[in-house]
């Protein structure tokens, strides 16, 4: 399996972003075929105790790399990736993992 993570700087204005993400971008990811798994989450903290560099998480499984890049191509993908720019103003860092 391949995993997608959204890694979600943080925010500068985190009641927007939240919103946002709930309402629409939400919404857009889970009309995707062929995610096997999703979750998402809020980061709280680091194991030191300093900042977080990021704000949210989203890791999305797949079957396969190849299906991973078909599904980024379907009409859903594209709407779901063009969303991030509209309101992760913290940035966002994709990166695609094997998993074991």
């Known amino acids: 399996m391949v ?3 959204v890694l979600y700087g943080p925010p500068t204005d985190p009641a927007a972003f939240e919103d946002h ?3 629409t971008h939400l919404p857009l990811a889970s009309k995707m075929p ?3 798994r999703f979750e998402a989450g809020r980061v709280v ?3 030191d105790g300093s900042e977080p560099p990021y704000y949210r998480i989203a890791e999305l499984w797949f079957d396969s790399a190849e299906t991973m890049q078909a599904t980024m191509a379907t ?3 594209q709407a779901t990736a ?3 720019p509209t309101f992760a103003t913290g ?3 994709l990166v695609v993992s094997e998993v074991d």
Do not use: F
Request: proline share 5%; charged share 20%; net charge negative.
């Open 21 to 23: 993400y709930a309402n």
């Open 75 to 77: 009409e859903e993908g």
């Open 82 to 84: 063009g969303d991030i």
């Open 91 to 93: 940035g966002a860092t």
């Open 34 to 36: 062929n995610v096997q």
């Open 3 to 5: 995993k997608l993570t």
């Open 45 to 47: 903290g680091t194991p």
